[in-house]
């Protein structure tokens, strides 16, 4: 039996620029998909490319349930040819929707706990933190839903025990994914206006929005790569070969 292997960032990092690269296309167009959503989401000033006359609440959720089957089908897919298994695109969605509620009710259940934390935070910032810590412990929660089929709070235990020891890790990798999204939609953000700033103003509110969802999905293929290399290796460090018998 192998001996588990050591956890590191430089890996897994290396690991999803690979994983990326070869199935780039493929996940794209998942995630292309799952960001549409995005378009009837208003912004700060009510402005939405699409207006189908729903409530701001409402149209978060579509978009966020949108992007949660995006990624649990990439997680999957990533995760399957990973091990070498030419998995189609058509498994990945019948496993994502097969496991839809309970990855919803894992998602949930993450929001409500971040959003507890900060309403009982003195400080926003403060609440921040607690969020992306306890993110940080719980974000393996995700793949090991998709991937093992299990429950919501059998999930999160899984996360736990998946992550101990490694947890400093985890919040650098997440602490990097989100950096990186922050980071991307505000330079985009500010080019998109720079360069329309010459032309008409009625085109910077829709570019701008599509601009913004391009780049949010290459994100979320990314950051989908990201947890079905993480959730890999740390299977790996944790249990050995013993990573062949995840799936039945």
Sequence with gaps: ??????FRIGSVLKR???VFARNFFALAGIAGIAVLPGLIVPARDGY?????GLPAWAAISVYVTSILLGQSIMCFVAFQRMRGRPISLSEGIKAALRRALLLVGTTLFI???IGILQSRSESYVAGVVAGVIFLSIWVMALPVCVIEGLGPLRSFGR???LTKGHRGKMLILVLLAFAALVGLLETMRFVVRAILSFGPSGLIGPIARID??????????????L??????????AKEGDRLVEVFE
């Design 1 to 6: 039996m192998k001996q588990p292997a050591d």
């Design 16 to 18: 999803t620029g690979l």
């Design 48 to 52: 939405a490319p699409i207006h189908l």
């Design 111 to 113: 929001l409500m706990t």
């Design 159 to 161: 996360s736990w025990v």
């Design 212 to 225: 913004q969802l391009t780049w949010t999905a290459l994100w979320t293929v990314f950051f989908a790569i």
């Design 227 to 236: 947890l079905s290399v993480s959730y890999h290796e740390l299977r790996a």
